[in-house]
């Protein structure tokens, strides 16, 4: 019998994995076979462990494209077995580079590819994945922006779905998030960042820089509507699921979410959501 949190993710979590590229099928076989939220991570991580050795034979017979796909699929379990898993961390941060040494693969393989950008900010760097629309000289640009548990791993569905349409794609590890969460944490004033990635990709020449806009999910929307109020540069904004105060919200949260929140926050002591 799965346990209360197992039940949860189960039930609530299915729609948002197979939108961002989990296959049905692995969600239901993987899920099936968990009982305790402890087991969560290693069940997801051993799905991409599958899907990276038929991506390595695949590369070995030289079928690029479809070892490309394997390797996505490898990233997105890895990804969403550690999302908001938070009981070891130090099993949490391997997923992680699991996660992003599997989507790094995989787009480079795929067409179009992507380029690795760091945007200096705060002392340190934010990491993105930028792509953009082959056939196209100078396309318009979307700032991917994700939430509390998401990382710039989970948008290569969204990104396909633009980059068809003719729009260049910057998928960012903002503070607080993927990589970019070991060197700076969440801030609430995300136009500062999107500032950031602005100045760097604006002045690109093989860019529209006039034309540049923003998709925020969850509290990816409330940082996009930040943006939108002080960022001049961005024309067009998309909240998608946003939140007005997530102080509020976060207090009525799982403890697997409170937890991921005081992780990106870098908080060095724990308290209850009602605390």
Not at 133 to 145: A, C, K
Not at 183 to 190: E, G, N, S, T
Not at 204 to 228: E, H, I, N
């Amino acid at each position: 019998m799965p346990d209360d949190q197992v039940r949860s993710a189960i039930a609530n979590w299915g729609p948002r994995f197979t939108a961002q590229g989990v296959d049905p099928n692995d969600f239901a076989r993987v899920t099936a076979g968990i009982e305790r939220w402890e087991d969560w991570l290693g069940a997801w991580c051993a799905n991409g462990d599958l899907h990276a050795g038929l991506a390595r034979e695949a590369q070995e017979r030289g079928c690029l494209r479809t070892a490309g796909e394997a390797w996505i699929a490898a990233a997105v379990s890895y990804h969403f077995g550690k999302f908001v898993w938070m009981l070891d961390m130090d099993a949490h941060d391997a997923a992680a580079r699991c996660a992003v040494a599997a989507m790094t693969e995989g787009l480079r393989l795929l067409d179009p590819a992507a380029e690795r950008i760091e945007v200096p900010f705060g002392g340190a760097a934010m990491v993105g994945h930028l792509r953009r629309p082959p056939g196209v000289d100078r396309p318009p640009l979307v700032l991917l922006i994700a939430g509390l548990d998401s990382t710039k791993e989970e948008f290569h569905a969204v990104e396909n779905t633009l980059l068809a349409r003719g729009l260049a794609t910057f998928s960012l590890d903002g503070p607080g998030q993927g990589e970019t969460a070991r060197a700076l944490h969440i801030r609430p004033d995300f136009e500062a960042p999107a500032a950031a990635v602005l100045d760097v990709l604006c002045a690109r020449t093989d860019l529209d820089g006039g034309r540049a806009g923003l998709l925020g999910v969850s509290l990816g929307g409330y940082y996009g509507a930040r943006a939108a109020a002080f960022e001049p540069r961005l024309r067009a904004v998309v909240v998608s699921g946003g939140c007005y105060d997530y102080g509020a919200l976060i207090r009525d949260r799982s403890p697997h979410s409170f937890a991921t929140f005081a992780y990106g926050c870098g908080a060095a002591t724990r308290r209850s959501p009602s605390g």
